[in-house]
Each structure stands twice: as C-alpha cells, then as structure tokens.
T-cell receptor, first 116, second 113 residues
Framework: AQKITQTQPGMFVQEKEAVTLDCTYDTSDPSYGLFWYKQPSSGEMIFLIYQGSYDQQNATEGRYSLNFQKARKSANLVISASQLGDSAMYFC?????????????FGKGITLSVRP | AAGVIQSPRHLIKEKRETATLKCYPIPRHDTVYWYQQGPGQDPQFLISFYEKMQSDKGSIPDRFSAQQFSDYHSELNMSSLELGDSALYFC????????????FGPGTRLTVT
C-alpha cells in the first residue's frame, strides 16, 4: 500500500523568501510518481510538479523545484521567491506503477500563508 | 490548452435525491478518475476508467455508479444522497503514455441538505 505523510502544521513565509514543504512517502513499488498540487481557497486542484522514481534529476518548474531524496523517501517542494498568490493548501500525492495503479494517493496537505 | 471540464460546478440536493456529475477529459487522454474531497480532507479516489472500461475502484459507496462513454466523457451517478456526501467531487484525466500528467477539473461542489 502507498502512503503519503505531510506533518507540518500551517506554514508561514515572508513574501519574496523561499519555503520548503515536506513530504515523505512509503511504497513497495520500485516504479512510482510523485506529484505536488496547489489548492487555493477557490477549490481547484492545480498541478505544480512531477517527479518519477527513475528520474535522475530533481524536477523543476519555474519557481517550483522538488528535492527528491529516494533513499530517505522524501519529496519536498521548494517554492522560491514566494508571492502572495502562493497562499493555499499544498498536497503531495503518489501514483503507483502505470496502468491500473495510476490513481493518486494524497497526503493530508499543508497550508501555506505568505505574509506581505 | 484545453482542460478537464466538469458540470455542474455547484449542485444542491436534498437527502435521498439523486445527482449526476459530468466530466469531459482533456482531448486524447484515455483515463478518467473520480475523487471525493470532504471538507478539510484530502481527496479520496473513487473510481477510474481506461478506454471506457472500469480500471480501478476505491472507496466508492454502492449508492454511486459511474461510466465512461464512447466520446470519453464520464458521469458519476449518486443515488439516495446522504448529508455525508456533501463534498467537492473532482474528475481528473491522464494518458497512459504520459504518466507524469494527471490534470484535475475545477470540481463539482455538492451540498446535500
């Protein structure tokens, strides 16, 4: 079974600073994928970044980067130069091997508040 | 770029009524997923379809059923609604040839009174 753990309480960051959101995972599958999604108060689920278990390099997408440490089973999201619009709930999620196990298992989420 | 479309965006029903939620996946995506997100909760997987066949099933109540049609749109049918069914229902789509993508629709917010 797959499990995602996000244990940080609500996070606060000053505008223009960087912030790291923690995510640890557990799976017995050698092939898996890790996703981060942003959910603002309006409710939509916005895809941010993806890391495959066999990817050699850490994923980056604009201001988002994923600090993937496979041996530690962690996939932390780093947001650089925080903006007020980054205030939202952030979910880490895992996909199993492609095929029937492509459904996502989510963590409980982390609330990020960006202070001006 | 085209995104996942869900309708309606908001739905208010009374207990014991029936609801139908619709999802139109991103063109050329072959897999559709349904998730339920209760207030303050993380999304929970309900059911998925690959090429119009059910491919996986999660914690979907027996009162719920779903299908995917020939044009790849999917419908989630919910009967005998209960107060606890009030939630945000997401549809997501992906392609098996691009496992690094799973895009979500805007969600349908169902309120059962």
């Amino acid at each position: 079974a797959q499990k995602i753990t996000q244990t940080q309480p609500g996070m606060f960051v000053q505008e223009k600073e960087a912030v790291t959101l923690d995510c640890t995972y557990d799976t017995s599958d050698p092939s898996y994928g890790l996703f981060w999604y942003k959910q603002p108060s309006s409710g939509e689920m916005i895809f941010l970044i993806y890391q495959g278990s066999y990817d050699q390099q850490n994923a980056t997408e604009g201001r988002y980067s994923l600090n993937f440490q496979k041996a530690r089973k962690s996939a932390n999201l780093v947001i650089s130069a925080s903006q007020l619009g980054d205030s939202a709930m952030y979910f880490c999620a895992m996909r199993g091997p492609t095929g029937a196990n492509s459904k996502l298992t989510f963590g409980k989420g982390i609330t990020l508040s960006v202070r001006p | 770029a085209a995104g996942v479309i869900q309708s309606p965006r908001h739905l208010i029903k009374e207990k014991r009524e029936t609801a139908t939620l619709k999802c139109y996946p991103i063109p050329r995506h072959d897999t559709v997923y349904w998730y339920q997100q209760g207030p303050g909760q993380d999304p929970q997987f309900l059911i998925s379809f690959y090429e119009k066949m059910q491919s996986d099933k999660g914690s979907i109540p027996d009162r719920f059923s779903a299908q995917q049609f020939s044009d790849y749109h999917s419908e989630l049918n919910m009967s005998s609604l209960e107060l606890g069914d009030s939630a945000l229902y997401f549809c997501a789509s992906s392609s098996r040839t691009a496992p690094y993508e799973q895009y979500f629709g805007p969600g349908t917010r169902l309120t059962v009174t």
